[in-house]
């Protein structure tokens, strides 16, 4: 009922620059935070950056100076401009979005099916 699809991931030399992006659509009665999330091969998940419905971000500090998150609320998307990239950049970049289905229900997350980054050195 709530689909989350991401685009703009691929192959990139490191310094070089890509843009991931992330639409959500379906039965979605409210938009809390977004934000994208990484996991390379052998580690953990963990936050790149997020921002709330304020516009307020927040950022891995790994990523800060290179990478700038930005949504819109009107299209209900949340993009990552990620620049200066590094080989330890390579992983699967998710997008997750804090949404609510119906006003009764709480705010939940929503993860999209991952989107592969590889830079290479």
């Known amino acids: 009922q709530v689909q989350l699809v991401e685009s703009g991931g691929g192959l990139v030399q490191a310094g070089g620059s890509l843009r991931l992006s992330c639409a959500a659509s379906?039965?979605?009665?409210?938009?809390?935070?977004m934000g994208w999330y990484r996991q390379a091969p052998g580690k953990e998940r963990e936050l790149v950056a997020s921002?709330?419905?304020?516009?307020?971000?927040n950022y891995a500090d790994s990523v800060k100076g290179r990478f700038i998150i930005s949504r819109d609320n009107a299209k209900r998307t949340v993009s990552l401009k990620m620049n200066s990239l590094h080989p330890e950049d390579t992983a699967v970049y998710y997008c997750?979005?804090?949404?609510?289905?119906?006003?009764?229900?709480?705010?939940?997350?929503?993860w999209g099916q991952g989107t592969q980054v590889t830079v290479s050195s």
């Open positions: 997750n979005v804090n949404l609510k289905t119906l006003p009764i229900n709480p705010y939940d997350d929503y």
């Open positions: 379906g039965r979605i009665w409210g938009i809390n935070a």
């Open positions: 921002v709330t419905i304020t516009g307020r971000t």
